[in-house]
Nanobody, 120 residues
């Protein structure tokens, strides 16, 4: 019904930058909050950042000041600009969205994830 597809992950040196994208497609009527989570090997998935449909943002303390979340409502896309990357940012990054379908059903949708590796 609804899919989220992430892109933009990769290998980057410490101090470098990456920009992740997540595009939603399918039977979408509207999208409420969109956000990013990450999961490192052997660890639980953790919240990174959220952006509301109105553009309000919130960040985990570990990324505040380094990461910026934004969205393009016309194209149902959310972005995560990651600067000053650290090795501890290495993880699979997952997009999440609260989507109202054309059938007026509210779904909590996850993307398949994109790997970010920060290493010299």
């Amino acid at each position: 019904q609804v899919q989220l597809v992430e892109s933009g992950g990769g290998l980057v040196q410490p101090g470098g930058s990456l920009r992740l994208s997540c595009a939603a497609s399918g039977s979408i009527f509207s999208i409420y909050d969109m956000g990013w989570y990450r999961q490192a090997p052997g660890k639980q998935r953790e919240w990174v950042a959220t952006i509301t449909s109105g553009g309000s943002t919130n960040y985990a303390d570990s990324v505040k000041g380094r990461f910026t979340v934004s969205r393009d409502n016309a194209n149902n896309t959310v972005y995560l600009q990651m600067n000053s990357l650290k090795p501890e940012d290495t993880a699979g990054y997952y997009c999440n969205a609260a989507v109202v379908t054309t059938g007026r059903t509210l779904l909590n949708v996850w993307g398949q994830g994109t790997q970010v590796t920060v290493s010299s």
